[in-house]
């Protein structure tokens, strides 16, 4: 069967990266969580102090960049990859409200976005891959085979993102979750530079109703029909 891009786009903790995952598992693709990325560039801006809640020096940031070294690392135990800025493992460390409370911000940089961009593309050169984000169907891979929307209304999402920082032993409200996710909505449809819109070839897919299974069905028979095509 011949090789795919799957681009999967679409809000924040709509279940992107599970679905990814399980998709990238079954075919034996790379996956890529490009929001892995845009934390981590979050995280080096806040650890060297160009980001607090009330200030952002974007242009020591981008003086940076080049210092800035991303790698994923497959980690067999869980089986997926690990995010390393500068060989540290920050997987961990990129999943707290604080990281996201910043990486919109980070993520509307032009300058970082066509460095992540441009390896992004690298990494999908031989295809066989499914990367997850924002811009992935219509900026990184525009001629990506199959591109899936998702989406689910905000408060699902919340409820979602809180139960999930709940278990690992955050300690947050759920109004703080909600706010953030709409915020992040927010920041993520109106920046300048590709701003989350739905490529016009793209399947959408309202996942507020569907659980796991339901949704890998559904896109995997979607993958068939395309590859059994091309
Ligand atoms: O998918 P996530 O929530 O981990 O993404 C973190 C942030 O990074 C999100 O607020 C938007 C940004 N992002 C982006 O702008 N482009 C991408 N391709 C992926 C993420």
Same mark, same amino acid.
């Given at each position: 069967?011949?090789?795919?891009?799957i %681009?999967?786009d679409?809000?924040?903790?709509?279940?992107k990266?599970?679905?990814?995952?399980?998709? %990238?598992?079954h075919?034996?693709?790379?996956?890529?969580d490009?929001?892995a990325?845009?934390?981590?560039? &979050?995280?080096? &801006?806040?650890?060297?102090?160009?980001?607090n &809640?009330?200030?952002?020096?974007?242009?020591?940031?981008?003086?940076?960049? *080049?210092?800035i070294?991303?790698?994923?690392?497959?980690?067999?135990d869980l089986?997926? %990859?690990?995010?390393?800025?500068?060989?540290?493992?920050?997987?961990?460390?990129?999943?707290?409200?604080e990281?996201s409370?910043?990486?919109?911000k980070?993520a509307?940089v032009?300058?970082?976005?066509?460095?992540?961009v441009?390896?992004?593309?690298e990494m999908?050169?031989?295809? %066989?891959?499914?990367?997850?984000?924002?811009?992935?169907?219509?900026?990184v891979? *525009?001629? $990506?085979?199959?591109?899936?929307?998702?989406?689910a209304? $905000?408060?699902?999402?919340?409820?979602r993102?809180?139960?999930?920082l709940?278990?690992?032993g955050?300690?947050?409200?759920?109004?703080?979750?909600?706010?953030?996710v709409?915020?992040?909505d927010y920041?993520d449809?109106h920046?300048?530079?590709? *701003?989350l819109v739905?490529a016009?070839? &793209?399947?959408?897919?309202?996942?507020?109703?569907?659980?796991?299974?339901?949704?890998?069905?559904?896109?995997?028979?979607?993958?068939?029909?395309?590859?059994?095509?091309?």
């Amino acid at each position: 069967m011949k090789k795919i891009t799957i %681009a999967i786009d679409g809000f924040s903790s709509t279940g992107k990266s599970t679905l990814a995952k399980q998709l %990238a598992n079954h075919l034996g693709y790379i996956y890529v969580d490009t929001g892995a990325m845009y934390r981590a560039v &979050a995280l080096f &801006a806040m650890q060297n102090g160009y980001i607090n &809640a009330d200030f952002f020096d974007k242009q020591t940031l981008i003086n940076n960049l *080049p210092n800035i070294k991303l790698q994923f690392k497959f980690n067999a135990d869980l089986g997926f %990859a690990e995010m390393y800025l500068n060989e540290v493992n920050v997987e961990t460390e990129i999943r707290t409200i604080e990281v996201s409370s910043f990486v919109s911000k980070v993520a509307e940089v032009s300058e970082v976005r066509a460095k992540l961009v441009e390896q992004q593309k690298e990494m999908g050169k031989d295809k %066989a891959i499914v990367m997850d984000g924002r811009d992935i169907g219509t900026v990184v891979f *525009p001629d $990506a085979e199959l591109k899936i929307f998702m989406t689910a209304s $905000a408060t699902t999402r919340a409820q979602r993102r809180y139960d999930e920082l709940i278990k690992k032993g955050d300690t947050v409200t759920f109004d703080e979750v909600l706010a953030n996710v709409e915020e992040r909505d927010y920041i993520d449809t109106h920046r300048k530079d590709s *701003p989350l819109v739905m490529a016009e070839d &793209a399947i959408e897919i309202d996942n507020s109703h569907l659980n796991r299974e339901e949704q890998f069905e559904l896109v995997l028979e979607l993958v068939n029909e395309i590859t059994k095509k091309v």
